[in-house]
């Protein structure tokens, strides 16, 4: 059996919808200057696209039923305001706004 990445929607953990928390996410991103969108195709789980401001590189974010994690499935928190703080401070945004 092929592993397909990123995650399929029939997985256990991480079932829709999701582009509610994704779009909070996303909220929180922009006022800490971080480039963010909710991307949605079937039959993929919906996730967000980050970007640091100016720059091509991409990461992709997804929520499950209890947290935000990176496509490589670190966790970024519960709490949008946690991952948001985590993912800015990767990317350069910075903590706050």
Do not use: N
Not at 27 to 42: F, I, N, Q
Not at 69 to 84: F, I, N, Q
């Amino acid at each position: 059996m092929t592993k397909r990445w990123p995650l399929q929607a029939q997985s256990r953990d991480l079932a829709p919808p999701w582009p509610g928390e994704l779009a909070q996410l996303a909220d929180a991103l922009a006022s800490r200057g971080v480039e963010a969108r909710v991307v949605s195709a079937e039959p993929w789980l919906p996730y967000l696209e980050v970007r640091e401001p100016g720059t091509v590189h991409v990461e992709k974010v997804y929520a499950d039923r209890r947290r935000y994690l990176w496509s490589w499935g670190e966790c970024l928190g519960r709490e949008v305001a946690t991952a948001a703080s985590a993912i800015a401070e990767l990317l350069g945004g910075g903590p706050s706004a």
